[in-house]
């Protein structure tokens, strides 16, 4: 009914630049919250960066001033710019949105998540 589809990732060297789009497509109504998460082998998935529907935004310390997230709702589409890499942030991205889709005559509300992709920022 409903995918994210994430693209954007790859290899860049430290200090550098990557920007991530994240397209929600299917029977979609509205979608609320949309992020970014990641996780790196061996550790649990942490929040990188939020945006509401009214585009307010929440990014995790490690990312402030580093990481812009937007959107474009006509699109369905959120985007994580990311500059100034470093090694750390190496490791796989996951698309995050809290949305409502149709399924016939129903609405419903959930919670869903993309297939990820890797960052990688060599030293």
């Known amino acids: 009914q409903v995918q994210l589809v994430e693209s954007g990732g790859g290899l860049v060297q430290a200090g550098g630049s990557l920007t991530l789009s994240c397209a929600a497509s299917?029977?979609?109504?509205?979608?609320?919250?949309m992020g970014w998460y990641r996780q790196a082998p061996g550790k649990q998935r942490e929040l990188v960066a939020a945006?509401?529907?009214?585009?307010?935004?929440n990014y995790a310390d490690s990312v402030k001033g580093r990481f812009t997230i937007s959107r474009d709702n006509a699109k369905n589409t959120v985007y994580l710019q990311m500059t100034s890499l470093k090694p750390e942030d190496t490791t796989v991205y996951y698309c995050n949105a809290d949305l409502k889709y149709y399924s016939g005559s129903y609405l419903y509300t959930q919670n869903y998540w993309g297939q990820g992709t890797q960052v990688t920022v060599s030293s």
């Open positions: 945006i509401t529907s009214g585009s307010s935004t």
């Open positions: 299917g029977n979609i109504f509205s979608i609320n919250a």
